[in-house]
């Protein structure tokens, strides 16, 4: 996982450890089986708040567990604001240590 830089300092009272921004655009927000599901949520919120887009990506049952609970925790964060989220779930390969692994990753936007 990846810290935040300082540059980003709204996004550390998330305790947001799960995601990197750079220049304007966020990386993906990368979610483990230990990640805590509000901490991600509020990185979530947070993200689309700025740039109107974010991806998080899990790996494995107990990681792509958390990033759901955390999709539907952001919701209730963002409503507050009048943005409803829709997500879009897919599968991507991804290089770990020389390894390919599979991993689920969610598109998530504003409803439109």
Not at 15 to 29: L, P, S
Request: glycine share 6%; net charge negative.
């Amino acid at each position: 996982m990846t810290d935040l830089h300082d540059n980003n300092a709204n996004l550390s009272r998330y305790e947001a450890d799960e995601i990197a921004v750079t220049g304007d655009k966020a990386d993906v927000i990368k979610v483990s089986a230990k990640s805590r599901s509000t901490a991600v949520a509020g990185a979530i919120a947070a993200v689309i708040r700025e740039h109107r887009y974010a991806e998080v990506q899990a790996i494995g049952a107990g990681a792509v567990n958390q990033a759901v609970k955390a999709l539907a925790i952001a919701r209730g964060y963002l409503s507050g604001d009048q943005i409803d989220i829709v997500c879009i779930p897919y599968f991507t390969e991804v290089d770990i240590e020389g390894q390919e692994r599979t991993a689920v990753r969610f598109i998530v936007e504003p409803r439109r």
